[in-house]
């Protein structure tokens, strides 16, 4: 399956899902994605001194996106005064791509793609959660909610491009929505053997920089099917 066919049938499954269920997904599919950040040991194509900061940009954002039931009532009401820019999703997303732009990813590494096409799955993940949030009036929601569901549909795109096994990774992102869809945990798939080795290493460069409950959080949610009391990576 090409990536724009995988989109076109992401976009198709989604169509009936309410807002807060596509927020759901898109947010399972950054977090599918990030284990995918340690095919390179210690996430080595960032400079030492800054892969602390732009981790915590990516699980900020990734929190953000989790909590968005409770975040969104921050932007509920339609606010000319308030300017786009400063709601807080935008603001997560926008440190994100912080953390992709300054990493040597396409130009000059194209072999990295993995890394940018992880991050911006949370990228995605982010302004579709702020999409959803903002804006009151008729038209604004009508607009948001087409950009919301663009948004979601792109994270998924990036996260299925980042993984290393496409078809065993589309199978388990359409099982997704239907688990969403049906409010049936059980259908999303809990293993990581889709990681490999990887997986063991991507949560030991987590710890080695200082990312504990990170590292163990990811651990909580694929062994609970992606249910948690506990919502944050920070």
């Known amino acids: ?113 993995f890394a940018h096409n992880a991050i911006y799955a949370t990228v995605y993940a982010a302004e579709a959660a702020d999409y959803a949030s903002w804006g009151a009036s008729d038209s604004k929601k009508r607009k948001n909610f087409i950009k919301m569901t663009s948004r979601t549909v792109y994270g998924a795109s990036f996260a299925y491009s980042a993984s290393i096994d496409k078809d065993a990774f589309a199978k388990i992102i359409l099982a997704d929505i239907e688990a969403i869809r049906t409010n049936n945990p059980s259908l999303h798939n809990n293993y990581t053997s889709l990681y490999g080795e990887l997986w063991d290493e991507f949560l030991s460069y987590l710890i080695a920089l200082g990312f504990v409950q990170a590292s163990q959080h990811f651990e909580e949610l694929f062994l609970n099917h992606f249910q948690s009391s506990n919502f944050t990576f920070l």
Not at 5 to 23: A, C, G, H, P, Y
Request: net charge negative; glycine share 2%; aromatic share 14%.
């Open 1 to 113: 399956m090409t990536v724009e066919q995988f989109r076109d049938t992401v976009d198709e499954e989604i169509r009936n899902l309410s807002v807060e269920q596509k927020i759901r997904f898109a947010w399972l599919c950054a977090v599918r994605a990030t284990p995918f950040l340690g095919l390179h040991k210690c996430f080595d194509y960032w400079a030492l001194k800054d892969r602390y900061h732009y981790l915590t940009s990516i699980f900020h954002a990734l929190d953000v996106v989790a909590s968005f039931s409770h975040t969104r009532i921050a932007y509920e009401q339609d606010d000319d005064s308030k300017n786009y820019g400063d709601s807080y999703a935008y603001r997560a997303a926008r440190a994100v791509v912080e953390a992709e732009n300054s990493a040597t990813i396409l130009n000059n590494a194209p072999s990295l793609s």
